[in-house]
């Protein structure tokens, strides 16, 4: 079993910038598609960004032109940079790994966009 451990959340302003890191703890990583998701309050999960193995990446709509998504296989890391946060982009953010149907999530870091 992988475990995914993120870090980076926290409060920041209305057009503000955060980045979060998520370390996995097994060199399967590297065989995965690394993702962020997100779950608002009373809504449900939701696709923020997922690269693959090999580099191809994914955005959610909402998020394009804000968000850069990479990966770092060596270090077993996936990033979000998150620029010009809105109120609504206020969510715990979650680490994923996918491989076949496999799945594995990290515990969330809460991101409070807030003036």
């Known amino acids: 079993q992988v475990q995914l451990v993120e870090s980076g959340g926290g409060l920041v302003q209305p057009g503000g910038s955060l980045s979060l890191s998520c370390a996995a703890s097994?060199?399967?990583?590297?065989?995965?598609?690394a993702g962020w998701y997100r779950r608002a309050p009373g809504k449900e999960r939701e696709l923020v960004a997922r690269i693959s193995r090999f580099g191809s990446i994914e955005y959610a709509d909402s998020m394009k032109g804000r968000v850069t998504i990479s990966r770092d296989n060596v270090k077993r890391r996936v990033y979000l940079q998150m620029n010009n946060l809105k109120v609504e982009d206020t969510a715990v953010y979650y680490c994923n790994l996918q491989i076949d149907s496999s799945q594995a999530w990290g515990q969330g870091t809460q991101v409070t966009v807030s003036s």
């Open positions: 097994r060199a399967i990583f590297t065989a995965a598609v």
